[in-house]
């Protein structure tokens, strides 16, 4: 994000996505549309002030996963025990408690992407 200031709130995903720079852009439309395909039911709510998806609509943000661009990376939030699910196919990405850092300069894994989201829905009932 790289902006000063405190964070707005955005009425909808696509407010967000258009508030941020085109290289976070591409990526946030990319992991989005990744989300979708994994969980075609998925629910796009604006939420902590970021794109989140609701796996299992109706339910609390335990469920959800969440997208947020900044200066040099997008960050995915699928939380963290998928990420120790996940841990050994991660190893060559940047992670935080709960996410991973995908570079603009890098493809995103789209099928690990998929497979972490459904793994996600299917682990968090």
Known sequence: MGKKGSMPIFRTVDDYIASQSKEAQLILQELRSIIKEAVPEVVEIPNYK????TLI???RPQQQIMIVAYEKYVS??????????????????ELG????????????PQELIKRM????KRNFM
């Open 117 to 120: 989201v459904k793994y996600r």
């Open 50 to 53: 970021v794109p989140s998806f």
């Open 97 to 108: 408690k709960g996410t991973v850092k995908f570079p603009f300069n890098k493809p995103l």
């Open 57 to 59: 609509p109706g339910t």
């Open 76 to 93: 995915f939030y699928p939380f963290q025990a998928t990420i120790d699910h996940f841990a050994d196919e991660l190893k060559s990405f």
